[in-house]
């Protein structure tokens, strides 16, 4: 290995704050830290004696003045280092205030190096290239470039751990399951802005492993991982709600040039740490280490690594590569900000690097989404999603991801399920690890009345994201589709639960509960959507015509209100006219729907809150238009 000037912790009389996995311990036993507070304490542990100002601080923990309140933020942080310290502020030992200048940290810290030896490999021995001490990055390189070369590194690092800790599983007989989760890389560099470059590695990483071919390999999707950053739980309970054997835990830490990751492989059963390793150095010719690697870890597992058809494509300037991880962390927020942010990121990928397949395809995703969601106007993020699926397909006919999009706009949008099928199909054959294509698939099948074949789909995905509340809501929906209620209730209620807040969820079981009957509870869910959708003026109006005239006096509130800052809501009219008991108001808003070409409408025909209008003829002439398109 290489050995670089960079420490994995510090030591401060009886703590340690690890630098790998982000934990600060008080005699061995942890004490829990959150992130500004642990960030806090790496700024000090790295200038201890000097004097550090609210300002540099500021920079520290908020760049680019991306947190509204500093002072509370700051004093909020300070105050829970200081409790974790037992620290006390009038007669202090580790933190001292400085008036009018800010804070030095008056403790004798230590660092703390160690060299990590690998473990001897029973059955299976990889041959590594020589490695180099690190080579300082050119003071003129973009700060962001080492973004792409990071990633590169630690996949290899990360590749072969998993696939040299399951070779021998792979030589059994019968070749079981192994199952692993990569947890989110913790960012220990004391930039709160250097958030998205571990988790898009987290995410690639996820996706490198996911490569291993005839492995029986199963590695959980990154939405489920990521709901773990910053997680005080064990492995062994995180591993028991994910449903795996094993855990790669990991970190990225940064010093001007040099950059350290250090990763672990950790058996949740006793919680052993079976492998460990740390990479040091400037990464900028990681690519053919990373060949080296694979190729070491094919001959020694007889395992193909990677399972594309063609070699992956690398964006030739780092700055796309990193626009692109931006891009990653953005759109996993699931919010109309982040999907906003998430567009500009990718568009900014493309424009640096035209050829660049898979930042096409998570752009034509994004606007697939925004449209579904009723965030932009649903015809323009079709042909923007479109154009830019076919785009990606035309650079890379493999991109999983790209047949997946253009799958959801035949869909959704144009209202072809034949074609749309098709193009999922594509998506799972080519990874069968894309969740996206098993949801929307499960979704087409659910509208086309296959529920045997949406259940397979849906449990797909989640075998694959068990953690994901859209997923889990959507398991919930199709429950109700199948005239489950009191499981889908179940199901939906269990996501509120755990989040309190997922519109979603709050959403669907508005509906369920308004067929199940239960008028008092669905009018709970339709005020909980309206107070975080609508404006304080819409909010008040619906709110007084419930305490005036009940429940259906609010859902014709609702339905004509038509400036709830969201587009295509004739659907969701005709749902609230139908709970009203109004069938000739149910028809008016799904004939706008219809003429509007709302991609909701798809769902409408075998919709259990549109039941008592299967026999008007105005309804059976609706089903018939979306049948019939294109």
Excluded at 37 to 50: I, Y
Excluded at 260 to 269: D, I, N, P, S
Excluded at 582 to 596: F, K, S, V
Excluded at 599 to 605: E, S
């Amino acid at each position: 290995m290489v050995t670089a000037p960079l420490p994995i912790g510090y030591r401060i009389g009886p703590f340690q704050l690890d630098l790998r996995s982000g934990e600060l311990t008080r005699n061995g036993r942890r004490i829990r830290l959150q992130e500004k507070p642990r960030s806090l304490l790496l700024a000090f542990a790295e200038r201890p004696g000097e004097v550090i100002t609210r300002a540099e601080l500021h920079d520290r923990l908020w760049p680019g003045d991306t947190f509204v309140d500093f002072e509370d933020g700051l004093n909020t942080a300070m105050r829970k280092l200081r409790e974790a310290l037992d620290d006390d502020p009038q007669t202090p030992q580790y933190i001292e205030t400085v008036r009018g200048r800010g804070y030095r940290f008056i403790a004798v810290v230590d660092a703390v190096a160690e060299e990590i030896a690998e473990p001897a490999l029973e059955k299976a021995e990889l041959a590594f290239p020589e490695t180099r001490p690190p080579v300082p990055v050119a003071a003129a390189e973009p700060k962001r470039a080492l973004a792409w070369k990071m990633a590169v590194g630690i996949t290899v690092v990360l590749v072969a751990a998993g696939a040299v800790v399951f070779g021998m599983r792979w030589r059994s007989a019968h070749r079981p399951v192994v199952s692993v989760a990569v947890l989110p890389l913790a960012n220990i560099t004391g930039d709160a802005s250097r958030n998205y470059v571990s988790n898009g590695m987290t995410e690639e990483l996820i996706a490198r492993l996911g490569q291993v071919s005839g492995s029986g390999l199963r590695v959980i999707a990154p939405a489920s991982a990521l709901a773990y950053a910053n997680t005080n739980k064990s492995a062994q309970q995180i591993g028991h709600e994910l449903g795996v054997q094993y855990l790669i835990q990991g970190s990225l830490q940064q010093q001007g040039a040099n950059v350290r990751v250090a990763v672990g492989l950790v058996r949740v059963e006793d919680q052993a740490r079976l492998w460990g390793g740390v990479y040091d150095g400037d990464l900028s010719e990681l690519f053919e280490f990373e060949s080296a690697i694979a190729d070491s870890v094919g001959n020694a597992l007889s395992v193909k690594i990677s399972t594309t058809p063609q070699e992956e494509y690398r964006p030739g300037k780092y700055e796309a590569h990193d626009a692109y991880l931006k891009g990653l962390y953005f759109f996993s927020q699931r919010s109309k900000a982040g999907f906003e942010q998430a567009i500009e990121n990718f568009s900014n990928a493309i424009a640096i690097d035209p050829k660049y397949a898979a930042a096409y395809a998570q752009l034509a995703s994004a606007y697939n989404l925004m449209g579904q969601y009723s965030w932009m106007d649903p015809k323009n993020a079709r042909s923007q999603a479109w154009a830019a699926a076919e785009q990606a397909l035309s650079l890379d006919p493999s991109q999983a991801q790209a047949h997946e999009a253009l799958g959801f706009s035949e869909w959704y949008y144009n209202w072809d399920p034949g074609a749309a099928e098709g193009e999922f199909r594509k998506a799972i054959a080519l990874d069968p690890r894309n969740v996206d294509a098993h949801h929307h698939y499960e979704q087409l099948l659910m509208t086309a009345g296959r529920f045997q074949e949406a259940e397979e789909q849906i449990q797909e995905a989640l075998d694959l994201d068990p953690r994901s509340l859209i997923l889990r809501t959507n398991l919930g929906w199709l429950e109700y589709f199948e005239g489950r209620n009191d499981e889908a209730i179940r199901q939906m209620q269990s996501v509120i639960d755990e989040n309190p807040n997922f519109l979603t969820a709050h959403y669907k079981l508005w509906w369920v509960e308004s067929v199940a009957g239960d008028e008092a509870r669905a009018a709970q869910e339709l005020l909980w959507v309206v107070r975080a959708m609508a404006d304080a003026s819409n909010n008040s109006r619906i709110e007084e015509a419930y305490r005036t005239g009940g429940y259906r006096a609010a859902l014709r509130k609702f339905a004509e209100i038509d400036d709830m800052n969201y587009y295509g809501n004739n659907v969701d009219g005709a749902r609230c006219m139908v709970f009203a008991g109004d069938r000739d108001g149910a028809l008016h808003y799904l004939e706008l729907a219809e003429r509007q070409h709302e991609g909701w409408m798809l769902f409408v025909p075998r919709e259990p809150a549109f039941a008592s209008l299967h026999q008007d003829a105005r309804f059976q002439r609706l089903v018939a238009e979306i049948k019939k398109t294109p």
